[in-house]
Nanobody, 125 residues
Framework: QVQLVESGGGLVQAGGSLRLSCAASGRSFSSYNLGWFRQAPGKGREFVAAITSSDSNPYYEDSMKGRFTISRDNAKNTVYLQMNSLKPEDTAVYYC??????????????????WGQGTQVTVSS
C-alpha cells in the first residue's frame, strides 16, 4: 500500500487558482493509478480527475474539464491537481487516492485502495 499526503488547499476567491499536491511514500509509485475526489458538506464523495499509471492518460469529471488539470511526476512520487477558474461550488475537502492495476472503474471511489487525509479548498464568492 502507498501512503498519501495532500497539500495545497486553502481559501481563494472565485475565479482564482490553486494547485493541490499529493505526495506518496512507498514503492512503485509509477505503477499506481491516481485519482482526485472531493466531498462537500452533506454530500457524497465526488470524482474529480484521475490519471493512469501506464501512459498518464487523464480522466475528468465533465464539469471540471477545461478548468482542472491532473498530472503526475513519478520522479517525485507526486500527483498534482491544477484548479483554475474556481467557483464557490468547488468548495470541498479534496482527497487523493491510489490503486495499482486495472483502470476499469477509475472514476469510482470504490476502485481505490489508498487514500490521503484530505485538504480543504474554500472558494469565496
Amino acid at each position: 500500500q502507498v501512503q498519501l499526503v495532500e497539500s495545497g488547499g486553502g481559501l481563494v476567491q472565485a475565479g482564482g487558482s490553486l494547485r493541490l499536491s499529493c505526495a506518496a511514500s512507498g514503492r512503485s509509485f509509477s505503477s499506481y493509478n491516481l485519482g482526485w475526489f472531493r466531498q462537500a458538506p452533506g454530500k457524497g464523495r465526488e470524482f474529480v480527475a484521475a490519471i493512469t499509471s501506464s501512459d498518464s492518460n487523464p480522466y475528468y469529471e465533465d464539469s471540471m474539464k477545461g478548468r482542472f488539470t491532473i498530472s503526475r511526476d513519478n520522479a517525485k512520487n507526486t500527483v498534482y491537481l491544477q484548479m483554475n477558474s474556481l467557483k464557490p461550488e468547488d468548495t470541498a475537502v479534496y482527497y487523493c487516492a491510489a490503486r495499482a492495476g486495472s483502470t476499469v472503474n477509475i472514476r469510482n471511489f470504490n476502485f481505490y485502495s489508498s487514500w490521503g487525509q484530505g485538504t480543504q479548498v474554500t472558494v469565496s464568492s
